[in-house]
């Protein structure tokens, strides 16, 4: 079974005051202490775009800094629209591979839109996490020349508060594509069917977290500690 990573470097659970700290009192270096995970970014240790490869979109949108009650203190990212900048995104890349474990805390201010929030592309594959107006999680899988496909869910993060996504893409024994999400301590999907496009059996995506307007309001989210786990 693919979980999530977190606090152990191969489950997902959110960092906590167990976690080791730098000695100083004020830093939890997550990610120093996460050796076996392929990407760890915690936004406490370099400046923007840190172990990322780049910010797409609007890179004056996002700024990196401390905030009261942080899951891994002292610093989170946060990406604040404007009716000009409603796109922002830290985008990294993976190697190729058939399982893909993605954990994240996100943040979604009250009075949000349509928000894409994270989600990965690989050629023509593309495949969103979001959160809608009514605060509710989606996925939608978009394949070039295709009508995407729209799963909307009855759950959503926790409002205005920080919520642990883990969000597992694997393909099985058969060859078929799937998604595990958790939500908190929610499940979201234990199992949700995808379509990699052309029947590829593998994926060598690249991945984002951020912050993407669909529809409605511009909207305020922050981010702390994003992790890929690949096997």
């Keep these: 079974?693919?979980?999530?990573?977190?606090?152990?470097?191969?489950?997902?659970?959110?960092?906590?005051?167990?976690?080791?700290?730098?000695?100083?009192?004020?830093?939890?270096?997550?990610?120093?202490?996460?050796?076996?995970?392929?990407?760890?970014?915690?936004?406490?240790e370099g400046e923007l775009p840190g172990r990322f490869e780049s910010i797409e979109g609007s890179a004056a949108i996002v700024t990196r800094g401390p905030r009261d009650g942080a899951p891994s203190a002292p610093n989170v990212v946060t990406i604040a629209q404007t009716a000009e900048a409603t796109d922002a995104r830290l985008?990294?890349?993976s190697a190729r591979g058939n399982k893909f474990n993605l954990f994240f805390l996100v943040a979604v201010a009250e009075g949000h839109g349509r928000l894409d929030l994270a989600g990965l592309d690989d050629g023509d594959y593309h495949l969103e996490l979001g959160v809608e107006p009514d605060g509710k999680w989606y996925v939608e899988e978009r394949i070039a020349g295709g009508a995407p496909r729209l799963v909307a869910t009855e759950l959503g993060p926790r409002r205005g508060e920080f919520t642990s996504v883990r969000f597992?893409?694997?393909?099985?024994?058969?060859?078929?594509?799937?998604?595990?999400?958790?939500?908190?301590?929610?499940?979201?999907?234990?199992?949700?069917?995808?379509?990699f496009g052309d029947a590829r059996a593998e994926l060598?995506?690249?991945?984002?977290?951020?912050?993407?307007?669909?529809?409605?309001?511009?909207?305020?989210?922050?981010?702390?500690?994003?992790?890929?786990g690949e096997d």
């Design 91 to 93: 985008t990294f890349s």
């Design 1 to 44: 079974m693919l979980l999530g990573c977190g606090s152990d470097g191969t489950t997902g659970t959110s960092p906590d005051a167990s976690a080791p700290d730098a000695g100083d009192g004020r830093t939890d270096p997550f990610c120093r202490t996460r050796p076996r995970l392929s990407f760890c970014e915690d936004f406490d």
């Design 168 to 195: 597992d893409v694997y393909v099985d024994g058969a060859g078929e594509g799937h998604i595990r999400f958790r939500s908190g301590s929610d499940t979201v999907f234990t199992s949700e069917p995808l379509s």
């Design 204 to 228: 060598a995506p690249r991945w984002y977290v951020g912050a993407r307007l669909r529809a409605g309001d511009p909207s305020r989210v922050a981010f702390d500690t994003v992790t890929l």
